[in-house]
C-alpha cells in the first residue's frame, strides 16, 4: 500500500531537496528522454522558471506525440452536495446548514438528458459528497445503470471506496474513478479534513490502491492547489503515480491541479497562491516527466489560462460545467460545491480548441472496450 511507501519519504527533505535544486539540475531533466523524480524536482522547482519557454516547447512534443491534436471533453454532474465530512474549504461540509440535495433517479435521468441537450457527451463523471447512507454504493450503482444508457464512459467521485465495492461498481459500467488526495502533508492533513472518514489519511491514500486490485480502467489522481506547497504535494502526487504505475500497469491515469476557488462556505482562504506561471510549470513538469498521463483542466480555471494550456500539455478538459446537484435542469438554485471560473457555453469551448488547431473529441470509449 502507498501509505507505506510514504512511510519512508519525508515531506520536509522533499521541500528541502527542491528547494536547492539547481540550474544545471534543470537542463539536465530538460536534456533527457525520460525524466525520474529527481528531474521532476527540479522541474518544479525555481530554478526551473527561466526555462519556462523551453518547458513549454518539450511539453507540446511529447503531448503531440501521444495524443496527436485533439482534447478529450467531459462534463460532471453533482449527484447529491450532501455529505458526512468537514472539509473546510468546501461548501459542502457537514456544518453548512444550506438545504441539501440527493437527486431521485427520475431527477438523474432528466440531468442527463439536458447535458445531451448541451452536446454530444459521451464522458460523464458523476460527483458526490459523502453520505454513505443515503448515497452509498447501491445508489451510485443504480446510477451507473441509468447513465450507461446515455454515456459511454463512466467515471465517478465519489467517497473512496473499498476493493469489493470498486469491483461491484466496475460490473455496473464505471470505467474511471478520481481522487483528490488534496494534500499529501500527513501532519498538516487532519487540520483541513477535521472529521469525518475523509479524516483518515490512510484511508484515503490507500484508496488508490484499492481502485487498482479492482481492475479500474482509469485512475484520476490530484492535490488541491492552496493548501500546502504546491512544489512538494506535486511532487508527492508524482511518486504516487510511479507507484501506482508499477503495481496497476494496466491502469490509465489522469492527473489534475485544481487551483482551490472560493466556496460558498465563504471562510477558507487558500494558503498558498499559484499564479497562471506557476500552474503553466507544473503541467509542463508533470507532461515532461510522464509523456502518457492524462492532464485534465476544469472550468475552476480561467477561459485564457485554458485556452492557452490545451495547446502545451492539456489533454482533457470539462465544459458547460453546473457544481451543484440538478444544476442542468432540476433544480438550479441549490448548494453550488465552488464557482466556476470559465463558464462559456460548451459550444463556445470547442470554437475556442479548434481554433487552437485542436479537435475537441466528446467520444473517445465504448462500452464494449470494457
Ligand atoms: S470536499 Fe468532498 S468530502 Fe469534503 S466536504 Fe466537500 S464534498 Fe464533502
Redesign the pocket.
Known sequence: MFSDELKKISWNEIAKIIKNKTNADVCRALSKDKCDIDDFMALVSTAAEPYLEQMAALSHRYTMERFGKTISMFIPLYLTNS?V???VY?????KNKSKRTILTYEEMENEFKAIKRLAPFENLLMVT??NPVLAGVPYIAKSLDIAKKYFSSLKIEV?PLDTCEYAELVKHGLTGVICFQETYNRDRYGIY?PY?K?SNFEWRVNGFDRMGMAGVHTIGMGVLIGLEDWRTDCTMMALHLRYLQKHYWKTKYSVNFPRMRTSENGGFQPNVIMSDRELAQVTFAMRIFDHDVDISYSTREPMKMRDNMCKLGVTTMSAGSKTEPGGYYTYPQTLE?FHISDDRSVAEVATAIRNAGLEPVFKDWDMVLQ
Open positions: 455529505c465530512n468537514g472539509c468546501c461548501g459542502f461540509h457537514s459528497g459523502e467517497m479534513h469525518g475523509k460545491q
